[in-house]
């Protein structure tokens, strides 16, 4: 008889799972969805149909369902003719299936353990498949989100609010979920960059936006969002990605002669004044018909001050949208909200 017909122990279902045997230890305690048959003393070996039950939770959870509720559907579906024969699979939910409720709102409640406060049930589901290192959940949930209510909404209410829970909980715990805040952002930056590819080939003949950390500068998925969002309306970027040096700014700037360039800094330290100024007065095109680029000072780094002509300094991503969009009033994707 094979391993998998005796059943499995807690431990190989935590690694399966991606979560800790403790996990699976404190949802039996809670929720009761532990192994139909028990063994004598205190080992626990989990079958198929039991695999099947907390795959499910997992599911649920993921996509943002309150723990008390996923264990209840989840224990629910076990106890279905059909579950022993899906071989250890969650059956897929059904076109028009109901979401259980909670889902998809705006309330409080658990989410891995992370600050969260007030949020989306989606940022919550991202949260807990991020503390239990679960990249296809987080990746599968960041692609829904971003289908079913648009990149601005996912970057601002889902991807956001959970990065800056993981920081301060990074922050507070003295190390700790560092791996967290990496996988996270690993998928994050996939689903961003999936959803930057999607340009339609005639966008390709207009003046693209130039995107770029400052310098020293490393943080890149505020622009990778940007870049995302500029997708989704149509519009062209051309990505230079992190730190990049100011010679090779002003040249890409002169090469591409872009409509608009988009200088992130994250902290006063990186925050080039004069490099912003001179890519500003960087002019191209024929003699007597010269233009230079709109420059975006995007991210906290940037000090009110540093605004200057041909700047501006949008407030967040959808104002940077905006802004930019009105640069390419002929262009913008049928159905894109009108800035």
Known sequence: MTEEALGVTTGAVARRLGVSPTTVRSWEQRYGIGPAVREGGRHRR?????????????????????????????????????AAERGGRSAPRRAGAVVPPGAGGRRGGPGGGLPLGEVREECRGLARAAVRLDGPAMEALLQRTVRAHGLVAAWEEVMVPTLHAVGRKWESTRDRYVEVEHLLSWHVSTVLRRA????PPAAALAAPVVLACLPGEQHTLSLEALAAGLAERGL???????????????????????AAVVLWSQSRT?????LARQVASTAFGLKGARTAPVVFLAGPGWPARAVTAGMRRPRG?????DAISALYPERVAPGTPSP
């Open 317 to 321: 991503l959808r104002e940077a949208l």
């Open 236 to 258: 062209p970027a051309r990505m230079f990605g992190a730190a990049v040096p100011a010679e090779a700014l002003r040249a890409a700037v002169g090469r591409s002669g872009p």
């Open 196 to 199: 930057a590819a999607t340009v």
């Open 270 to 274: 990186t925050a080039d004044g004069a």
């Open 46 to 82: 989990w079958t198929p149909a039991d695999i099947a039950m907390l795959e499910e939770m997992c599911r649920l959870t993921s996509s943002g369902v309150p723990p008390a509720e996923a264990a209840r559907a989840a224990a629910a579906a076990r106890r279905r003719p059909d």
